[in-house]
Structures are given as structure tokens and as C-alpha cells.
């Protein structure tokens, strides 16, 4: 498998986990930028990220995205991932901040600042050459210089709860994509039994991710479209892994119940709960909490903060 393919497969597993809801993005980008935006006070739009060169090329890069805040500021995010070490990843980054700043400026040509975009490069397989801070010297006619850097993430030493942790749900699928350099390691040695050591442990790593997530969708923390990617993400990461060295005839398969059997049985209690939710709030004026719960099957916990929320919104 060569580089190019595995960028290919990697943006191909990107563009599932970064069309998740808007909440869910707002997290990931608080996480990864140490920013503290609230949801449901920000505007975010995922922006361009093509650019035509003089030459006519396209300047690709990988995602932009737009907050526009409750004082009406827009901040630019530009994130970049890599698989490999790359000593040319910080011209590119300069290339993509720069044309952003000028697209971000508009047309006006009696601009004299220009704003680049917040940048972070995440690194996704171990090396110990990538430093936390990428940097390129720049040096100017007149002899004064300037240090562009852009910081690193580096995925490897984040694990699952992490990940959690820190809001970053969309990359959790991304823990299976780990093991990629142990098992390039182990097919060029020939270590078949290594091979299935670690196609036994992928299927580990998809469970707990897969029932992570279902977690994270019991809890509200995710919804059900966040939920469908995230499953698919871990089937396509499965798939990838399976037909480049594992060649185990049953494990997509495997994977693909075990996904199915957590999202259908998941989104349809979730879609029963929001029904009997809606079923007593039309109950609230005429029975009372115990018997809303029994009628509904709702916990009276639940009924009785129905009941309180209902009050305190006529109340306003």
C-alpha cells in the first residue's frame, strides 16, 4: 500500500467524521485547538479548502472551518493530516495559511494586514523526529527574519479516553489506524503469527470504539447521524487493515454485525424515549407524575423534570 493510497483511504475516513453535527464539531474543534466555544452561541461552517495556483494547480488542503461568535468575529481553523513524517509539511502549511489570509481578506486592495488561519498539523503514526512545533524561517531582503510555526498533535499519544475526554469523538475511529506501522512492520517481516495477534486486536479496538460510541449516543453527547458515521468510519478502517494485511475472509463481515447489531437496536430505543417524552408532556395538565410514568414508561425522575422544566417555562 503505498503512501498516496493510505492519504487517500485516511481523507476518505475524514470526510465521514468531519460532516458530523455542528456540536459535535465545536467539541473536536475546543479539544484539539484548546478553544472554549459553546455550541449554541457559535455559527460554524466548514469553508473552502481549494486554491488556484498562478500555474493553475489547485492547492488542496485537507479541512477549514469558520466560528463566527456572538460578537459577530470570524476565526478561521485549518487542520492537516498526516500520516507519515513530511520535512516539506511547513512550506505547505504557510502555502494553505497564506492563501486562506488573502481569501479571507476579500477583494479589497488597499488591504495592508492580512489574517492567517489557526493551523494545526495532526500526526497520526509514531516517529520520534516530529517535533510539538513545526517551523520555518522566514527571511526578508532587508535582512529581518521571522519564525512561522504551526503546532502538532500527535494522535499516537492519545488513547480512546483521551480522546473522550476530551471531546474529540470523530477521531476515535482513528485508534484502529494506529496499528498500521506494527503490521507494515510485521508484513515486510513475514510475521504471520504477529498478523493475527493484531487482527484479533483490531476487532478489540473496533468493539470498545464501536460501544463507546454507542455510549456517547445514550448520553446525548453525539446523535444518531454522528453515531451511523462513526460506526462506518470503524467498518471502513476495518475493511482497509483487512484486504492490506489481515486477508481474514470473516472479519469485515464480523465487524459489520457487530456495528449493526449496536446502531439499529440503539436508534430505536432512543426514537421510543423521544415519543414517550412528547406523549407526556401532553399528559403533564391532566394526570399525575405516577401515572405519566406508568402509562409512558418513563422513570418518575424524568416526569417529575418534565414537570419542573414545563413550570419553570410558563413561569418566564
Known sequence: MSISNEKVKLDEVLKFL???SKKVLVNLLNGIFQENYSSDEVKLSVSNNEFVMDTFDTLRGDVFFDILNSESDKISYHLE???LNDSTMIIRMFEYGFK??????GNNNDFKTIYFPKQKVIFFEENKNIRDIIKLKLVFPTGDDFIYSVPVMKYWEYTDKDLIENKMYPLLPLQLFKLRKELEISRRKNDIGKIKELSIKAKEIASIIANESKELFKKDEIVGEDFH???LAIQNLVEYLNRNY??????????ITMTKT??????????EKKKAIEIAKNLLDILDNETIAVKTGLE???VIKLRNAMQTKVSN
Open 18 to 20: 468531519f460532516s458530523t
Open 81 to 83: 493530516f498526516q500520516t
Open 100 to 105: 486562506k489570509a488573502k481569501e479571507l481578506a
Open 229 to 231: 458515521k462513526m460506526l
Open 246 to 255: 489481515f486477508n481474514d475472509e470473516n472479519l469485515e463481515e464480523e465487524v
Open 262 to 271: 449496536l446502531y439499529d437496536p440503539e436508534v430505536e430505543k432512543k426514537g
Open 300 to 302: 418518575l425522575e424524568e
